[in-house]
């Protein structure tokens, strides 16, 4: 048992810190298309091509309003969610098992 509620609590970690660099890397995102980065840079590409298929499931249901696009704010908003419910479910889980 110990074996699995130190998985699950090493899990909680990973997920922790997972969530909170793609954090980061939208708001990355959203700080280079408020300036004019060259669409070729490597970097430029990276958090384009990391961030823009979530965000484009959102925009399908959020379209761009008023010239704002509130598709970053939606998706940080959920996983702050997700991070703040699925990492205290792991922990109290390995808690429980442990």
Same mark, same amino acid.
């Given at each position: 048992?110990?074996? $699995?509620?130190?998985?699950?609590?090493?899990?909680?970690?990973? $997920?922790?810190?997972?969530?909170?660099?793609? $954090?980061?890397?939208?708001?990355?995102?959203? $700080? &280079?298309?408020?300036?004019?980065?060259?669409?070729?840079?490597?970097?430029?590409? /990276?958090?384009?091509?990391?961030?823009?298929?979530?965000?484009?499931? &959102?925009?399908?249901?959020?379209? #761009?309003?008023?010239?704002?696009? /509130?598709?970053?704010?939606?998706?940080?908003?959920?996983?702050?969610?997700?991070?703040? /419910?699925? #990492?205290?479910?792991?922990?109290?889980?390995?808690?429980?098992?442990?």
């Amino acid at each position: 048992m110990f074996i $699995i509620s130190n998985f699950l609590n090493a899990l909680a970690g990973v $997920i922790n810190i997972v969530f909170s660099v793609y $954090i980061w890397v939208i708001l990355g995102r959203v $700080i &280079i298309s408020w300036v004019n980065a060259d669409q070729y840079n490597p970097i430029v590409r /990276f958090l384009y091509e990391i961030t823009e298929p979530p965000l484009r499931v &959102i925009r399908r249901y959020l379209p #761009v309003m008023g010239g704002f696009d /509130f598709a970053p704010l939606v998706l940080i908003m959920g996983i702050i969610f997700l991070q703040s /419910f699925l #990492v205290p479910t792991l922990q109290q889980l390995a808690r429980a098992l442990g």
